[in-house]
């Protein structure tokens, strides 16, 4: 008996495929007819990478995780005079934040790391290129794909306010409202359950050897 499902058998193979021909001309096609239809793709696709430059610190991370060495980035100190200060502060001003999406391969890690949230995925994919040299996006256009960026997540009902959002309700409500706040515990914390070792153990009758009956 032939062991390899019937290969020897003519035109098997031939009526096999058709099968699959027949079957499949029966369904209906799933093919977008892009670019007249867009593809319906989901809000969090990595599309392209759109930079919040105020948000930006030049941390100089983002560049030195990158795998592909693909972000470049250049910046200046410059001296912010702080009123009643002893003296003035110096800050990063960025001047180039360059990514090449010819040799990015959209990993993510840049966003991952960026401290500050300057850096985001946006869904839009149409910036395709004749030219691979226009594939470098400078400052100003990764900045342009921030209108494309979706709103975040909605919070959970349930979750703890964040440090910021509690500092904020505390300011809202005022200077004494700010001390009691401090003190008050958050409702989702449950009260710690009483301490095992004060629970009554029972001991079973007639027990001379235990320890609390001794003399
Ligand atoms: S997605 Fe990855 S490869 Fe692309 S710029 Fe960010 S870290 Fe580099
Ligand atoms: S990690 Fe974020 S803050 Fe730091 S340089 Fe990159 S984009 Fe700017």
Not at 46 to 57: D, F, H, K, M, Q
């Amino acid at each position: 008996m032939s062991d390899n499902g019937g290969r020897d058998v003519p035109g098997k193979g031939l009526l096999d495929g058709l099968a699959v021909t027949f079957k499949t001309m029966t369904k209906r096609s799933t093919t977008q007819q892009y670019p007249d239809v867009e593809p319906d793709l989901p809000p969090r696709s990595r599309g392209v990478i759109a930079l919040s430059e105020e948000n930006c610190t030049v941390c100089m991370l983002c560049a030195r995780e990158c795998p592909d060495w693909c972000i470049y980035i250049d910046s200046h100190k410059e001296e912010v005079v702080v009123p009643g200060a002893a003296r003035a502060r110096q800050r990063n001003v960025l001047d180039r934040f360059d990514i090449d999406f010819s040799l990015c391969m959209y990993c993510g890690i840049c966003i991952e790391v960026c401290p500050f949230d300057a850096l985001h995925w946006t869904p839009e994919f149409e910036y395709a290129e004749t030219d691979v040299l226009s594939l470098l996006h400078d400052k100003d256009r990764l900045g342009e794909w921030m209108r494309t960026v979706p709103p975040p997540p909605a919070h959970d009902v349930l979750g703890e306010p964040s440090k910021e959002e509690a500092t904020a309700a505390r300011k809202a409500a005022g200077p004494g409202a700010a001390t009691a706040a401090k003190t008050a515990r958050p409702s989702s914390v449950r009260a710690a359950p009483p301490a095992t070792a004060a629970r009554a153990v029972p001991k079973p009758p007639g027990d001379a050897a235990s320890p609390e009956q001794a003399p």
